[in-house]
Every structure is written in structure tokens, then in C-alpha cells.
């Protein structure tokens, strides 16, 4: 019987250093904390107010977020303006500026806003949600459906966004709308 080599014969092994599949697992990882956070930040899918993993820390950014925790979605508005004008591929911050113009009724805007950030992340599902809430609170529940759809399908296994929206829609068909 051979015994086992730890001479100079054993072959070299290396760490392995962390490449695309790790950061790609690390992704994972942290998407799935902020999915189990997020309902206690606030409300349903509007917990996608976390900072891009490994983005630059904004302090606008931050501070709307603040103040959209508070309810004070007036107040955030221009800070989340500025954001956008200072970098206008912040699709987290097109998407929240449009929640916050949603949230004051500004539905027109909330589309725009909306709208954009899935121009830059056309799988940027709580623009998705919040665009079919958007779509609901115009009376046009076919469009909020058809976002509801995207979710699904992105939502292999489920997520937070999708949950939200059908519960909107339910709500918005027990009220009578079609």
C-alpha cells in the first residue's frame, strides 16, 4: 500500500482567489439579505431602497431615503433630482424619485421617472411594481398586468415586488375596478 506524498512530489495547490463566480455568488448572496430586509425597512417592495452592492455612497441619495422612510416624499424629491442630473444612469434613483412623485400623485412624472430606470435596467423589478401601482392608481389595471407579468417571470422564485403588485391589483378589483 502507498502511503500518501507530502514531499516535494505533492502537487502545489494555490487559495483560489475570488473571480466572476464568486462575485456573482456574493451578489446573490446580498440580494437575498436585502430581500429578507426589506419588508422591515418599510413597505412591501419599496425596500429596494438599498445602495447598488459595492456603488459609491451618495449622501443625497441617502438622505432621500431617509426622508422616504419618514413619508416625507415632497422633501426627497429634489434630492433625488439632483442625483439623477448628477449621474443619469442611477437607475435606483430614477426609480425612487418616481415612487416619491406616485406617492404625491404626480403619476405623469411617476412614469417618466419610472420609466427611465427601466430604460437603464429594463429587469429593474421595483420599477416594474411601482409602475403598475402607478398604472392602477390611472384606472388602467391592463398595464399594471402586463408589468405583473415581467415580474413573474423575473421572479423565478419568487420576490417581494411581484407579491406586492398582485396584492394591488386584488385590491384595486375588490374595489371595483376592471
Known sequence: MREASHGPHRPHRTARRPGATGRVLTGIVLSLLVCLAGPALGSAYEGSMEQQPFGPINADFNHALLLIQRGDFAAAVPLLEKVVREDDRDAEAYHML????????????????????LAIEPHHRGAHAAIGETYLALNQPAKAKEHLAVLDADCWFGCTEYDALKAAIARYEAKGGS
Do not use: H, N, T, V
Open 98 to 117: 418616481g415612487l416619491c412623485q406616485r406617492k404625491l400623485e404626480r403619476y405623469d412624472e411617476a412614469l417618466r421617472s419610472d420609466g427611465r430606470a
